[in-house]
């Protein structure tokens, strides 16, 4: 079966540019592998780029299977997850000889549309669900038999009337999500939790910070460790309200990249570090807050960038 014939966002599985291995990471993907398997869907949970999506991505892609990809929605209902009839089918036809002639094809015959996850069950893809708990849980229910009797129910009316499709053998999901504390996070059924294996993801180790730092930034390996060295030294202090992750290094490296590297002496470099670790740290913007945070900024920005920070 051709993947464009599906009419859907099917990804090829293909490796992921600068993706970096390290041993925490290879550690992770090989326990993965060995859940999915298994037979078992796997979960990243963890907060915001601790690098579950693309770990996901990544891992999909070693699965070697077309991947469709969810992003969890608070407007979700069960139906957007199995799929939807469409009141009617536009057909575009581009003469192939007389390119400036274009006929469109009205079809007005109500017509069953497979929703991404129904397309990963009938041929048996990777799906990954990135944010799964955004959507309200009863929206997910329907994942409940999908997991477990490896069946995918449809009400009447849908998809030709049939009352369930059986899951394809091949077919493997991974879930992502953040920690129920986070705004816009639902609560996660227990029945649905417990069907899946759930890796907590937490911020990098020091060496794996580095390695995607430099990789994201090419900047020079000393450089990316004095930006990671800062940022965890922060993460160190807690004075954020909301913890840098490597999000953070990767921005303050392309940022001093694209201002032509780093200078340790230039005002306006120190400039671009506080901001961005001030932007990407202070949630509400609270100036009390604020002030303590630059204040605590500025100093670390003064050690590191002195090039006097521990390696
Ligand atoms: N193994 C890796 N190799 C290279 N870059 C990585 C790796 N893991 C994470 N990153 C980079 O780190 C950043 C955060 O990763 P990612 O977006 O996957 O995090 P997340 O946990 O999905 O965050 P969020 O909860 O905000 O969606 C991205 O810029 C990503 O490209
Ligand atoms: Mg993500």
């Known amino acids: ?38 037979g078992f869907p796997v979960h990243f949970r963890g907060g915001a780029g601790t690098g579950k999506t693309t770990l996901a991505l990544h891992i999909a892609n070693l699965v070697g299977r077309p991947v469709v ?8 209902s069960s139906s957007d997850l199995v799929g939807a009839s469409e009141g009617y089918r536009k057909k575009k036809v581009v003469d192939r000889f007389i390119s400036s002639v274009l006929k469109v094809e009205e079809d007005v015959v109500k017509k069953w549309v497979d929703s991404r996850l129904t397309i ?17 849980p009863e929206a997910n229910n329907v994942l409940l038999s999908v997991l477990q009797e490896k069946l995918l129910g449809f009400s009447k009316g849908q998809k030709d009337n049939s009352p369930y499709l059986k899951i394809h053998p091949d077919f493997t999901a991974i879930f992502t999500s ?3 504390e986070y705004a816009g996070v639902h609560k996660v059924q227990d029945a649905l939790r417990d069907r899946m294996i759930t890796l907590d993801l937490d911020n990098f180790d020091k060496e794996t910070e580095i390695a995607i ?8 390996r000393e450089d990316a460790v004095k930006i990671v060295n800062m940022v965890r030294a922060l993460r160190e202090k807690g004075l954020y309200e909301s913890s840098p992750s490597v ?13 032509g590297g780093i200078d340790y002496r230039n005002k306006f470099s120190r400039d671009i570090v506080t901001e961005i670790l001030c932007s990407q740290t202070s949630r509400t913007g609270d100036m009390k807050n ?20 521990e390696n």
């Open 1 to 38: 079966m051709k993947l464009d014939a599906l009419d859907l966002p099917v990804l090829e599985p293909r490796p992921m540019p600068g993706f970096v291995e390290t041993p925490q990471i290879k550690q992770l993907i090989k326990r993965s592998l060995i859940y999915i398997e298994a």
């Open 213 to 220: 730092t430099q990789a994201k930034s090419d900047l020079a």
């Open 290 to 309: 604020k002030n303590q945070l630059r204040t605590a900024v500025k100093e670390l920005v003064r050690i590191h960038f002195n090039g006097k920070g």
């Open 69 to 76: 990809l969810i992003h969890g929605d608070e407007d979700f």
């Open 120 to 136: 990963a069950c009938e041929y048996g893809f990777t799906l990954i669900y990135d944010e799964f708990t955004r959507s309200r």
């Open 247 to 259: 999000r953070v290094c990767i921005m303050i490296a392309k940022s001093l990249k694209v201002n």
């Open 178 to 180: 953040n920690p129920e």
